[in-house]
Structure formats: structure tokens, C-alpha cells
């Protein structure tokens, strides 16, 4: 875990020192903390938080960054529901499916029992994020009500976490 710390503090200095860096960095990391499979190996959460405090107290401008962050988060969900609808059971063919079922089952339980809501809550929720869009591309969820749930979500996560985590570290630095 010490690592994986270093690593984020080397890119969030990265990022303060390269700023012109920052968005497509915020992005990237978003769209792959929301991607199917990829989501279990990017810890967006901790470097949304440690990126948001820096940024907020060095002054950085956070609605651009919050909005890269929200794009990211939409597009990478975006990506798993067509995942899902191209390849539909046969998902649990893959790695990392093919070795933990319970995983897609879960999400599927989940899925069934808050419908849309299950696409609003999947993006605050790590292990759930990982698989819910992918289960709604299998169940073939409409695709209007998918992308509305999905965009709405994105955009509290990406505001929610970055520029809220900003705006309070903003403030503290004042």
C-alpha cells in the first residue's frame, strides 16, 4: 500500500508541476476506475482525493478537472454497457468472470433489484462499479435510460469527489 501511495503523490506532483497535464490525466484515470475489469486495478478514489486536496489548495481551477473527471467516469461506464450488450452471457466467459462468477451474479442481484437506481449507486460504490454497467449491457437496459443514469451519476461523482474534496481543501488552506 506504501507504493501504491508513493505512486499517487509522484503523480499528483506530476500533474501540479505539468498542469496542461492535469485534465487529460483526470480523465484517463476516471475512465479506467470506471471500465469493467480495469476498475479493480485503478484506485481513482484515493487519487481523486489526494489530487482534489492538492489542487484545491494550490489554487488550480477545479471545474475543468471535475469535468474531465465526470467525462472519464461516463465514458468508461459507457464502454462496459456496450461490452456487456456486445458479448452478453457469454462475459462470464472472461477473465476476470471466468474464475469469480459470484462477481457478475452479484451485480446482477443488485441490478434487479434497484433497476436505474443500481447505475446512480454503482458509481460511488468500488466493487459494484466494476461490474454493474457491464450487468446492464447483458440484460440489454434500454440504452436512453442507461446513458441518463449514467451521465447524472458521472457528473455527481466527478463534482462530488474532485471539486468537492477541492472546495474543502480551498477553504482549510485559507
Keep these: 500500500m506504501a507504493e501504491l501511495e508513493q505512486a499517487m503523490k509522484a503523480l499528483v506532483d506530476f500533474m501540479q508541476a ?46 475543468p478537472l471535475a469535468l474531465a473527471a465526470s467525462f472519464g467516469a461516463g465514458s468508461g461506464f459507457w464502454v462496459s454497457y456496450w461490452a456487456g450488450l456486445l458479448l452478453g452471457p457469454r462475459v462470464h466467459d472472461y477473465w476476470p468472470f471466468k474464475k469469480n462468477p459470484q462477481l457478475l451474479d452479484r451485480g446482477h442481484a443488485f441490478f434487479e433489484k434497484w433497476g436505474i437506481a443500481s447505475i446512480l449507486i454503482g458509481h460511488f460504490f468500488g466493487p459494484l462499479r466494476a461490474v454493474i454497467a457491464i450487468v446492464a449491457g447483458i440484460v440489454a437496459m434500454p440504452s436512453w435510460q442507461f446513458q441518463l ?5 458521472s457528473f455527481a461523482w466527478g463534482f462530488g469527489l474532485l471539486y468537492g474534496v477541492g472546495r474543502i481543501s480551498e477553504f482549510l488552506a485559507r
Excluded at 149 to 153: C, G, R, S
Aim: net charge negative.
Design 18 to 63: 505539468h498542469q496542461q497535464w492535469a485534465i487529460p490525466i483526470v480523465f484517463a484515470v476516471a475512465f479506467a476506475e470506471c471500465v469493467a475489469i480495469l476498475s479493480w486495478l485503478i484506485p481513482a478514489t484515493m487519487f481523486f482525493t489526494t489530487f482534489g486536496a492538492v489542487a484545491g489548495a494550490s489554487g488550480l481551477n477545479l471545474v
Design 149 to 153: 443514469a449514467n451521465w447524472l451519476a
